[in-house]
């Protein structure tokens, strides 16, 4: 097949995981990649510019992107979010078959997010935001198939926008997250933009529970996010030891999973949690919040622990981790490895991809 993907994703976890999707599947088939930037487009970081350019100029690159795609007569375009509207504008314009890979719907619009560093100029923008919402929705109306990460996300999905939607779980690559014989420290980790709805605060106070002379230090891996400050100030108030490490590599980042003693996790409602798999792989023990896709993932005991969102319940796992230890890191992977393959997601990816 010729399949055209199409994005405009931020870096994260869905970035990640395109690119394993798209090493696999370029193995079989013949792969192009349309983004955005690739067509000129450069969006305005000031305001009202930005916004004006969503709904000015960015159908117009969409419109520019689907003609190279239908002149060229791909089989199928593979559609990943962009981060301005959620569901391209490209799908208005496509004649090929589609796929759109939708790993959650536009989450401000339906949820309530903490915000500390950023609330006013967010909540001032916002009404000029609103037509975004009845944008993704009109887009996803016009796409073909939608697949997304989790029985969490179908059901958000299904519900919001009144489409089907199929699963496609997302996995891990265990040759390269995997255990090493580093040296464990008196560390936790957890890995996830710096903004409030990722939990860290959460995370952050539940630690400040934990008697000073055992209490672990905390790493956050962040990329992106607007509450570096806050979170670091809180942790100060807090005096928990914070690390926050910014845009490091995997080798930097395997390092870290196999020093950390546990793996803290308390994102809101996450559809999924790709670090979640990455974290096991390296052998590391969960403990999460049970809410959204994360307990599709933390479903054994032997990934981890899945508890309320409760700061005395969450510190106490934590120190029932850090007392007694934990044996099981080999077998974590080994279950991993064959339960989480990115051969078996993409299998499955790609008869999605081939069915008319």
């Not at 419109?63 to 239908?70: D, R, V, Y």
Request: hydrophobic residues 35%; positive net charge.
């Amino acid at each position: 097949m010729r399949i055209a993907i199409v994005h405009n994703l931020p870096s994260g976890g869905m970035k990640r995981a395109m690119g394993e999707q798209i090493k696999r599947l370029s193995k079989r088939h013949k792969i192009d990649i349309f983004t955005p930037a690739r067509f000129s487009y450069k969006y305005p970081t000031y305001f009202p510019q930005n916004i004006i350019s969503i709904y000015k100029d960015l159908p117009k690159v969409y419109q520019a992107i689907a003609h190279e795609i239908n002149e060229n007569k791909y089989d199928i375009a593979l559609v990943y979010p962009c981060f301005l509207t959620q569901a391209p504008y490209v799908f208005r314009y496509l004649t090929c078959r589609s796929l759109y890979f939708c790993p959650e719907p536009k989450r401000e619009f339906y949820e309530k997010i903490k915000r500390v560093s950023n609330q006013w100029s967010y909540f001032f923008t916002y009404p000029f935001r609103i037509p975004i919402r009845e944008i993704d929705k009109f887009n996803v109306k016009c796409a073909g198939k939608i697949v997304t990460i989790s029985k969490y996300s179908k059901k958000q999905i299904e519900s919001i926008y009144g489409v089907y939607a199929q699963i496609n779980y997302l996995a891990v690559d265990t040759n390269i997250f995997k255990l090493t014989n580093t040296k464990k420290e008196n560390m936790v980790m957890t890995v996830g933009d710096l903004s409030l709805h990722k939990g860290h605060d959460f995370i952050i106070n539940s630690l400040s529970k934990i008697p000073y002379k055992i209490r672990p230090k905390f790493v956050i891996v962040g990329f992106g996010g607007s509450e570096k400050k806050y979170l670091s100030a809180l942790a100060i108030k807090m005096k928990v030891k914070l690390t926050i490490r910014e845009n490091i590599s995997d080798k930097e980042l395997i390092d870290l999973y196999n020093k950390a003693k546990v793996f803290l996790y308390a994102a809101q409602n996450e559809p999924f949690g790709l670090v979640l798999l990455e974290a096991s792989a390296c052998g590391l023990p969960i403990i999460a919040i049970d809410e959204g896709g994360v307990r599709e993932i933390v479903k054994s005991s032997l990934i981890g622990d899945l508890t309320r969102r409760n700061i005395e319940d969450y510190s106490q796992k934590i120190m029932t981790y850090l007392q007694t230890g934990d044996k099981l890191a080999k077998v974590r992977h080994d279950y991993i490895a064959k339960n989480w393959s990115w051969n078996k997601s993409v299998d499955q990816l790609e008869k999605y991809l081939t069915q008319k």
